[in-house]
């Protein structure tokens, strides 16, 4: 029934999951792009400083002390909870389940010999965002009159096999083909006018978690954005835009209001953290428009 309206496929990175204060600024975002009879897909990252401790176990498991790691993990996400006043016992199983597969898959990646061993590091790699969007769907879903649905992103985002790679690129830096898919587009049409999907992950041939490299979920909406024919991609971050160089070093550097695909290609390969050098590719195959903009400054 919502066929006829446009989608706007929006990212929210880390820092503005980090807190209550940032998500209801995502809510009154939401909240305006159904004002303006948008359906939204929401590309969530995982909270502030989560995929750090990830890596970390992956890089370095020998010298991880699992117990303070899963620690730290935990309080990270019930104190999560307890700031959205979540009380919900599938929230709760979902981060003990979560968390006895870390220390599982520490064990197991202290062999280096493993077979799956790439797998394995792919598959802790993804939790972080598998647990913000669980968290994120209940809390937002509380605040809109509407329902939101949870899709996890690994249904519809496929790596190529890129059999040139490396083993480990295909599961830590996977990329994914794709194009508009109207019967994607039909299917995640039925979950909803609001919708709620993972960054960072998608799924390979075997149905194993790859993840798009660090910073993949700015490609992860770029994705979704072409799948679904996106009217504009929306790249919420904690800066205002794209600038001439870092302002957070360089208080004199110049927002740069508008740029080309390859003038932006060219900023994000340079090194600047506001876009992953590998999500504009495919919104410029598409034609598709990418907006980016501060969830804590919200004036366009």
């Not at 009154?28 to 159904?34: A, D, T």
């Not at 010298?63 to 019930?78: A, F, G, P, S």
Request: charged fraction near 25%.
């Amino acid at each position: 029934m919502n066929a006829h309206l446009p989608w706007i496929v929006a990212k929210f990175g880390g820092t503005s999951v980090s807190s209550v204060e940032s998500i209801l600024q995502i809510i009154e975002i939401v909240k305006q792009y159904r004002k303006e009879n948008r359906q939204t897909l929401i590309v969530v990252s995982a909270f502030s400083g989560v995929s750090n401790v990830l890596e970390s176990i992956i890089n370095g498991p020998e010298q991880v002390n699992i117990d303070e790691t899963c620690t730290w993990l935990e309080q990270k996400h019930r104190s999560m909870l307890t700031q959205l006043d979540l009380s919900s016992p599938r929230l709760e199983q979902l981060l003990y389940d979560k968390l006895n597969f870390i220390r599982e898959a520490h064990a197991r990646l202290m062999d280096e010999q493993l077979a799956s061993f790439y797998a394995t590091q792919a598959a802790v790699m993804g939790i972080g965002e598998q647990l913000s969007s669980a968290f994120f769907r209940d809390f937002i879903e509380r605040r809109l009159s509407e329902n939101v649905s949870l899709t996890d992103a690994r249904d519809w985002l496929v790596s190529e096999s890129a059999e040139h790679r490396s083993v480990a690129d295909r599961y830590l830096n996977a990329e994914c083909d794709v194009k508009l898919n109207k019967t994607m587009r039909q299917q995640i049409e039925a979950l909803g006018a609001v919708v709620i999907t993972q960054g960072f992950i998608a799924s390979n041939a075997c149905g194993e978690t790859v993840v798009l490299g660090r910073g993949g979920s700015d490609t992860s909406a770029a994705y979704f954005a072409v799948m679904l024919g996106a009217e504009r991609l929306d790249i919420w971050t904690d800066v205002p835009g794209m600038f001439s160089g870092n302002p957070r070093q360089i208080p004199e550097a110049r927002q740069l209001r508008k740029l080309d695909y390859k003038e932006a290609q060219e900023i994000a390969s340079t090194g600047a953290k506001v876009l992953h050098p590998r999500c504009l590719r495919p919104v410029r195959i598409a034609d598709i428009p990418v907006f980016v903009g501060s969830t804590f400054s919200r004036e366009k």
